[in-house]
């Protein structure tokens, strides 16, 4: 059925009673582009309800995808999205309707259109005559709205449909009008309140975020949430409507959480595709770099007599492990090595290189043992640091490496340039062993029995405070003093013996000798040598030992660190 000149007529009348300016929509503009494809959505999935452009804007405008789109757009534009969105809405909305709809149907709609536009204008027009809002005083009578459309000529089931949808979109109309003229200006300042806040919350929820991760605490958006009173008094909002302070401390705690959350979320992610390094070593050797090319190991050819495979996963834990008097001064890294043989030259050795830039003397690289971390000789050099270590650390297990600045460490005068200056260094820092208070460490003086049981007590971490006790009595026990407890412990497990005389002797000097057969007793599942120390002295150290003149002579205090680092490590 047509629609009569008269009806046209009106609509452009009540089109133009209902725009006081000219709006031009900025088609063009992302905003709108972006708020026409949300508008044709939302219309298309409620096409099979009764709702209005306006009303859907609302209702979509308090969802989070509406917050999801309007922060990913950059110059994001309100006026433009609004637009976008109703003219979107209203093609989706009558998508379907396009075909199969018979003319009753489209005079329906024609009448709730005209009703809804004469509600508004009524329910606009009593708010500001002060009149109570009544949109049944308000509706025109039957005849009236009749008269008003020409339906005299239209059949009496056509005037019924017109009249009672007409009156169904007066009142929605009019109360729509009355509503948001009474009520807008307090919704306009809250509206703005809360995206102003969101604007800010966002930028100080994505800020902590990503920081909560780095310093590696747990996801936990309350902790550095700003009290409402704080939020009040950093953004100035006293002085401001309390609509709009309520708004935008609204808006910035629930920014704040979307962003904080997701901040957090994506520098997670994007550190886990930084995390794992993996390689494939083949028997020619190779050399394996994390992602952030600040770690790399080194395997020379000829350290496995297969192909094996190389992992290296990248952590920083910090504020999650005890580092005593430690500095932490890089990331640390897993290594784990799958080897299936489980053969290699121990010959070879795997240089581990770090990337590093602070102090020469302090810095070095740690091997973390248990909730320990156990420094290695290290060389450094300007932006870099590296060590060596036997291919066996990391054959038996994964092996977790770090570099470290250690402000408390110290140098003995009589040390440097010594040929087990590394040795000596590793076990200081580790604190095995000390020097005398005149800051030297005598590496070239001999070590007697007593001292050399206290050395091996620290290295094997002998509890030599809690066991039976040993039942062996000494006729010079009076003489072992604070070597009493580490004497009788070594004595009781048969790791020494004492003399035929009866005696200890704590003060003697141990042989190369002796030594050999300790190690034996100690290392039961071992067969300790004393010659492969002293060949390893000669060939890597350039250094004879005294042992190759008589096996019987003393060892010295350097010798004794060098065999047990190279022999436990």
Known sequence: MKITNKIVSILIVLLMLLNTGTVFAATGSVSYDAGYNAGFDYGYDNSDIKIFATTAYSKFKNSREYLKIKRDIADYSEPDFRQGFIAGFKDGYEYEDNEGNDNE???????????????????????????????????PIRKVIESMFDLSKQSTDYRNAFVSDFDKAFEEGYNEAYDKAKFEPTKLTLEQGVKDGEDVGMIVGSAYGAKDFYAGRDLDFKRELPSKNEITEQFSLNNDDLEYEDGFISGFISAYEISYNEAYREANMNDGLNKATSMIIPISGGTAVTEDKRFMVDVPSGTFYHDVNLNIITSF???KT??????KASDSYTIELSNSSGNINESKSIELTFEYYGDKFKGGIYRKDGSNWLYIPTDV????????????????SVTTFSAFVDDNTAAFRDVRGHWANDEIDAYVRRGVISGYSDMTFRPDNNITRAEFLTLLSRVFKWNIYTYPGSTTVFKDAGTFGYFSDVINYATYYN???GYTDGTFKPGNLISYAEVEIIMNRVLYYQSFRWVNIANSMLYEKKTRSNSFNNINNKITRAEAVYMLYNTIE
């Open 317 to 319: 834990d910090v504020d």
């Open 322 to 327: 005890n580092y005593s008097n430690l500095i």
């Open 381 to 396: 050099e300007d932006g870099k640091m590296s060590a060596k270590i036997n291919p066996k650390l990391l054959n038996s």
């Open 105 to 139: 149907d489209q005079i329906v709609d024609y009448a709730a259109t005209l009703g809804k536009s004469l509600g508004e204008i009524y329910g606009a027009r009593d708010f500001q005559d002060s009149k109570k809002s009544d949109w049944k005083k308000a509706l």
């Open 495 to 497: 790791y020494i013996s």
